[in-house]
Each structure stands twice: as structure tokens, then as C-alpha cells.
């Protein structure tokens, strides 16, 4: 079965970063969109940030400039690099693989911004 395997979470203090990971297994990874999404306490799942199978990326308003997508086919991973980490940037971080029908979702990691 197809699984996302997210790493990297963790607890830092604003103004710090953090690399979040994903590695999928059993998809063909290189067709899939790849996705961030995070959802804090009593708060809706929200996208943070996408890269298409070509490369291209969008991201939330709330985190460009800080934030960056990347993806290595070679890996099957996909990274979000995390700097200048606010408070409000704390929820528990899912990787998501769409490819229009078909759509996963790793477990989580929690990511935690102290003031």
C-alpha cells in the first residue's frame, strides 16, 4: 500500500527553522503533485505549500518568503524547508500526493513555534 512517512518535526523558538520531509513509497512519485498542508488545534487543514511533477510551486501567502518546496524524484521525497518560524506556524504538518483521482496523506509531524 502506498505510504508517506513525514520527518523533521519538532519544537524550535521563533525566529528558528526546521526541514520537514516526506517519503512516499509505492506511488510513482515523479507524476504526483506534491503538497504541505497544516491544520493547528481547533483550526481547519490548510495548504501551506505544493509543487507540481514539473516543478512548479505555490505556497500560502502567510508563508512566502520564508518558506521553500523542494522535491528530489530520485528519492521519492519531497522537503519543506522552514525559516523564520512564527507562533502561528505551529499545527501538526501533512504531506499529501495528488494525482486528481488518486490522493494520500502521510501521518503527520507536529511542529511547534515557541515565543
Known amino acids: 500500500q502506498v505510504q508517506l512517512v513525514e520527518s523533521g518535526g519538532g519544537l524550535v523558538q521563533a525566529g528558528g527553522s526546521l526541514r520537514l520531509s516526506c517519503a512516499a513509497s509505492r506511488i510513482s512519485f515523479s507524476l504526483y503533485t506534491m503538497g504541505w498542508y497544516r491544520q493547528a488545534p481547533g483550526k481547519q487543514r490548510e495548504l501551506v505549500a505544493v509543487?507540481?511533477?514539473?516543478?512548479?510551486?505555490n505556497y500560502a501567502d502567510s508563508v512566502k518568503g520564508r518558506f521553500t518546496i523542494s522535491r528530489d524524484n530520485a528519492k521519492n521525497t519531497v522537503y519543506l524547508q522552514m525559516n523564520g518560524l512564527k507562533p502561528e506556524d505551529t499545527g501538526v504538518y501533512y504531506c499529501n500526493a495528488d494525482l486528481g483521482k488518486y490522493t494520500y496523506w502521510g501521518q503527520g509531524t507536529q511542529v511547534t513555534v515557541s515565543s
Open positions: 509543487i507540481s511533477s514539473s516543478g512548479v510551486t
